[in-house]
Nanobody, 126 residues
Framework: VQLQASGGGLVQDGGSLRLSCAASEPIFSNYHMGWFRQAPGKERQFVAAISWREGNTYYTDSVKGRFRISRDNAKNTVYLRMDSLQPEDTAVYYC????????????????????WGQGTQVTVSS
């Protein structure tokens, strides 16, 4: 599966962006899709994940109430709507697919994701 992320950019503190991630082939119902981010000099961090069939979601605490992950099954695309952006949200954002062969719950562990997109830069100015 190839993933193409887009939608990043420069936004002011308090602004909004919507990231998109399109998969090159159909996403199976048991798959999960997630967003991660990596700021300069920091480790990659989980942001949000969604189950493809049920649409269940899971967020890291720092983005709850500000970010919303969603998916469009027909377009094989996952979105990340980001509101009330803060300078600390500045990072390269990556989307990823987890094949979830063993039908386990959503996870924030990047090691359990199988395919990754190329990343899109989000910069929030203060």
């Amino acid at each position: 599966v190839q993933l193409q992320a887009s939608g990043g950019g420069l936004v002011q503190d308090g602004g909004s962006l919507r990231l998109s991630c399109a998969a090159s082939e159909p996403i199976f119902s048991n798959y999960h899709m997630g967003w991660f981010r990596q700021a300069p000099g920091k480790e990659r961090q989980f942001v949000a994940a969604i189950s493809w069939r049920e649409g269940n979601t899971y967020y890291t605490d720092s983005v709850k109430g500000r970010f919303r992950i969603s998916r469009d099954n027909a377009k094989n695309t996952v979105y990340l709507r980001m509101d009330s952006l803060q300078p600390e949200d500045t990072a390269v954002y990556y989307c990823a697919v987890r094949q979830n062969r063993y039908r386990t719950p959503l996870t924030e562990s990047g090691a359990q994701y199988d395919f990754w997109g190329q990343g899109t830069q989000v910069t929030v100015s203060s």
